[in-house]
Each structure stands twice: as structure tokens, then as C-alpha cells.
């Protein structure tokens, strides 16, 4: 990621959200030349057609100068691509689609409330945990879907060997609005407070954790709202502070760009990429994409550790402490080092971000327990329970 005026600092604030740095940044033009395996760029984007690129990565070096070049266009370009006729036969993406509507019309018949991380609830139809959903249910359809070549070179290209691919599908209805604009996870799921806590290293490490994908499962005509992305904005450093900002949402409003796809496209974006799903305005389509987070194999720690166990066995000491007069700092470092402080992974299904962009983590709840006094009976339930959530 390009450094910008802020680069040099150790911790990032509202205040180095600069709108005139961020507009001279995203004005710049993506040049084609750069990208020869690319037909074209269209608004500012480059398109690729995907049965040239098969041709491309037939040997090995031709594999590794095409994902170089991706490599390329993710950091230091536009940060996105899409890739033209990724699903070659538009039979297996209409068999996926079967499948992804008998979910959701199963789902829909049980009053299962799914929220959505930058929509309001119930504004879309939502398929959390789509990849283990449909493994289980229809195995061929899974295997013939995720042998996609295309899927697997960006997803090498950028993450390396090792990644490990999770799928949320998403039906915005007609009428459905667009969402607000927004960087993804990692840091993107975090509030202002919380995002500023992390070191300005840390805030350039997190798009390269991940890679955000969608596949089109129907032609998506700019009517029906394909998604809204603002070109080379993954470049700006502060970007996951200035998300939220009013002159730089006005400024997403008003310069966004929105490309048209058929059945069977696959675009993959920089998820520091300032991007929203757009306002489906037809009056027909049912506009429905299987949305790819691809993680990297090194997103986990070297242990595995029951901080179930541990929480439960630190919490009297914890209350007895906390009596005793241990300052509020002291008993939150105990915690830091007790419990689990990120919320994912999570069975979106059962522990939905209805409230916010995430549901509350293991150590927001001995916290709570903490300064609300309970009874050691009472966390260890509300801790397996939430495990519970979690693994279900």
C-alpha cells in the first residue's frame, strides 16, 4: 500500500483523514499499459477475459508473471479486478443458485433473522455460513463450484498457499437500498475507537489477510445496483478511520463507479477498497451474489487454548480482586490475556451482527461479568452458550 502523508506516523487519528489528500489519490487513472494481460479498463477498473488468462497460466511462468500482475492490481492500482466468464458453464453457477434458494426459502420459513454488516436488517436476503451449508446439502454442486481455476489464481496470487474460503450469499430485492460505504474486515468491522487503538502497521498488514470476491449469479444490469467501488482508495492509509467521515461518504457518493456483470463473472477486490452494494432499482431482478472472504493460512496463533476453561478459572479472582480495589486497567489486562478478544470466526446464523458490525467477543462478556458482579454459575452458561453459537 502506497505510504501517504501519514505514513510515518505509529498510531493513525480522525485528525490525519485529510478529503484533499484522499481525492488527489483517487484521481489518479489506472493505466492499461500496466496491465498487458488485461483487454481493457473501464471506469478507471480493470477487466480481464478469463479464458485468455487460462491460456496465460498454462506453465508455470506464465502462472506466476499473470499473478504478479494481479498481485499488482490489487496494492498498487486500482485494487480491483473483474474477471470475465470466471464460471466458463453457467451451469454450475444456476446449480449453485438452485441451491442458494432453497436455503434461503428454508430459512425464510423459519423466521430466522439474518443482519447484515452495512445494510439494515431484512433489506436483503442473507445465506451466512453459505460455504458449509451447501457442502452438506448438495456435495457435487459444492465440488464442481469451488474447483473454479479463476478463484484459485487470485486467491494464490494474492493470499499464497494455504487460504481458506468462506461464502455469504447476498439477494438484494428490488427496491433493496444500497448500502453505506465501507472498508471490510478486518479492521473495517471495527468501531472509530477501536480501529484507532491499532498501530498504523497494523492498519497496512490488514488487506493482505484477506481478499473479498463475488461472484454474479445473474446478468446485473447498473439498474439493479451491482456494487459501488471508488478505485485506488485501498491505497489511502488512514482509510479505515475515514470510512465513516461526512466528507469522505459525500465524496464516495458522488464519484463512485458501478460496472454491469453477466452470470458467471467474478470480481475481486482489496478489501481497504472503498466499496458498497448498490440500490437495486429495478423492478425484477433479484440480484444475487455469492460473496467470497478468502483468509489467509496465517490469520491463527501457534495454540489452541480453552478460554472457556481459563475464563472460568481466572473469574473469582478476577471478583475477589476487583473488591479488593484493583484498579480497572490491572483487571482488564487479566482479561486481554484470558479471554478471546476478536469475535470471529462465528456462526453468523446463530450470532448475527443485528446490533452492530459484530457480535459481542468472549472477553466483552467476562468484562461484563466483571463489572456487573455475577455469579460464576451465571458465565460459565453465558460463555457456553456462546460457544455454542460459535461452533453450531
Known amino acids: 500500500m502506497s505510504p501517504t502523508p501519514a505514513g510515518s506516523r505509529t498510531w493513525l487519528t480522525e485528525a490525519d483523514c485529510d478529503p484533499d489528500t484522499f481525492r488527489s489519490l483517487v484521481a489518479q487513472r489506472t493505466d492499461a499499459d500496466d496491465y498487458p494481460s488485461a483487454e481493457r479498463v473501464e471506469q478507471n477498473v480493470l477487466l480481464y477475459d478469463s479464458d485468455r488468462l487460462r491460456t496465460l497460466a498454462v506453465t508455470p511462468e506464465g502462472r506466476r508473471a499473470l499473478q504478479e500482475e494481479l498481485v499488482r492490481a490489487l496494492l498498487d492500482g486500482p485494487g480491483i479486478v473483474v474477471l470475465q466468464r470466471a464460471f466458463a458453464d453457467a451451469a454450475v453457477v444456476d446449480r449453485a443458485s438452485d441451491t442458494f434458494n432453497a436455503l434461503i426459502e428454508e430459512e425464510r420459513a423459519t423466521g430466522a433473522a439474518h443482519g447484515d454488516h452495512f445494510a439494515k436488517p431484512g433489506a436483503n436476503d442473507r445465506v451466512w455460513n453459505a460455504l458449509d451449508k451447501v457442502a452438506v446439502r448438495a456435495p ?41 460505504a465501507h472498508r471490510d474486515y478486518h479492521l473495517g468491522f471495527l468501531s472509530q475507537e477501536q480501529a ?3 498501530p498504523a502497521h497494523v492498519h497496512r498488514l490488514s488487506p493482505v489477510l484477506t481478499l473479498q470476491g463475488a461472484v454474479a ?20 492509509e488512514p482509510g479505515y478511520l475515514a470510512w465513516r467521515l461526512p466528507a469522505f461518504v459525500t465524496y464516495f457518493d458522488e464519484h463512485h463507479v458501478q460496472l454491469p456483470l453477466e452470470k458467471g463473472d467474478a470480481v475481486f477486490f482489496n478489501p481497504a477498497l472503498f466499496h458498497a ?24 496463533a501457534m495454540e489452541s487454548v480453552d478460554r472457556d476453561a481459563v475464563a472460568n478459572a481466572l473469574f473469582p479472582v478476577l471478583l475477589r480482586r476487583k473488591a479488593e480495589g484493583a484498579p480497572e486497567d490491572w483487571l482488564r489486562r487479566v482479561v486481554a490475556a484470558t479471554a478471546e478478544g476478536y469475535p470471529f470466526p462465528t456462526n453468523l446464523d446463530l450470532d448475527p451482527p443485528v446490533d452492530g458490525l459484530a457480535p459481542p467477543a468472549q472477553a466483552d462478556t467476562v468484562w461484563q461479568a466483571v463489572t456487573e458482579g455475577w455469579a460464576p454459575k451465571q458465565l460459565r452458561q453465558a460463555l457456553r452458550a456462546a460457544a455454542k453459537r460459535r461452533q453450531n
Not at 478463484?151 to 438484494?172: C, F
Not at 449469479?217 to 489511502?236: A, I, N, R, W
Not at 452494494?277 to 467470497?292: D, E, W
Open 140 to 180: 457435487e454442486v459444492f465440488a464442481d463450484y469451488y474447483a473454479n481455476d479463476m478463484l484459485a489464481l487470485v486467491s494464490e496470487a494474492w493470499l499464497g498457499p494455504g487460504y481458506q474460503v468462506t461464502s455469504q450469499v447476498n439477494v438484494v430485492n428490488p427496491g433493496g437500498a444500497a448500502q453505506s
Open 277 to 300: 452494494a448498490g440500490h437495486n432499482r429495478s423492478t425484477g431482478i433479484k440480484r444475487m451474489a455469492n460473496l467470497l472472504q478468502i483468509s489467509s493460512a496465517f490469520g491463527r
Open 217 to 236: 449469479h445473474c446478468d446485473m444490469s447498473v439498474e439493479s445496483g451491482p456494487t459501488l467501488y471508488l478505485p485506488h482508495s485501498q491505497k489511502y
Open 196 to 198: 484507532a487503538a491499532y
